[in-house]
């Protein structure tokens, strides 16, 4: 099947901070990326639909001076928290949408746990 | 608008027993239907969707879902629980046609007691 990386896994940073996550789609071209976000015990929350050569879509209430979305090639979209608040901790998934008229169409990153002191 | 109902956020069985997890959905047209798998600090892994056909659709892993339109239901079952079935299970509703706007259960955890 079809792999879409997520890196890194894990990150702990100091508060203030900027966080970078990259999402890349490995053996196929994705014009469409989304990003979730997991707090514990609950559900994916869509947080922005990530298109390539163009701006996010983002989901009502996320900010998006807050959750800065690049998808500057067909095979990656970055996540950057900036300025990240204890708030923000969460676990981040990204996936990303398989062009095609056959198969499977949407594959998931690992996802990265998010930490913020 | 979609969205999806996920009965018991937590579910126990004995390993060999049969595994249910509930499943309801709301959506003003058919939608397509998926059921996701989550080990602990890992992405989701789809197990099954239904999105036409056959109702009753088989994944990976032995567990397969019924889509009951009358129900408004996608429940998933395997006939026997393993140990390393225990993970956290995602019901998810799409539109049909579509993959932009996946919307995803609470979750439920599945515990297999040995």
């Known amino acids: 099947g079809a792999v879409v990386s997520q890196h890194p896994s894990r990150v702990i940073c100091k508060s203030g901070t900027s966080v970078k996550i990259e999402c890349r789609s490995l053996d196929f071209q994705a014009t469409t990326m989304f990003w979730y976000r997991q707090f514990p015990k609950k559900s994916l929350m869509l947080m922005a639909t990530?298109?390539?050569?163009?701006?996010?879509?983002?989901e009502q209430g996320v900010e998006k001076d807050k959750f800065l979305i690049n998808h500057a090639s067909l095979t990656l979209s970055t996540l950057t928290v900036t300025s990240a608040h204890p708030e923000d901790s969460s676990f981040y998934i990204c996936?990303?949408?398989?062009?095609?008229?056959?198969?499977?169409?949407?594959?998931f990153g690992s996802g990265t746990q998010l930490s913020v002191l | 608008a979609q969205s999806v109902t996920q009965l018991g956020s937590h579910v126990s069985v004995s390993e060999g027993a049969l595994v249910l997890l509930r499943c309801n959905y709301s959506s003003s047209v058919p939608p397509y239907l998926f059921w996701y798998v989550q080990y602990p600090n890992q992405g989701l892994q789809l197990l099954l969707k239904y999105t036409t056909g056959a109702t009753l659709v088989k994944g990976i892993n032995g567990f397969e879902a019924e889509f009951k339109k009358s129900e408004t239901s996608f429940h998933l079952t395997k006939p026997s629980a393993h140990m390393s079935d225990a993970a956290e299970y995602f019901c998810?509703?799409?539109?049909?046609?579509?993959?932009?706007?996946?919307?995803f259960g609470t979750g439920t955890k599945l515990q297999v007691i040995p």
């Open positions: 996936s990303a949408r398989r062009p095609g008229l056959s198969g499977e169409k949407l594959f």
């Open positions: 998810a509703v799409s539109p049909r046609g579509g993959y932009q706007k996946v919307t």
């Open positions: 990530s298109n390539e050569g163009s701006k996010a879509t983002y």
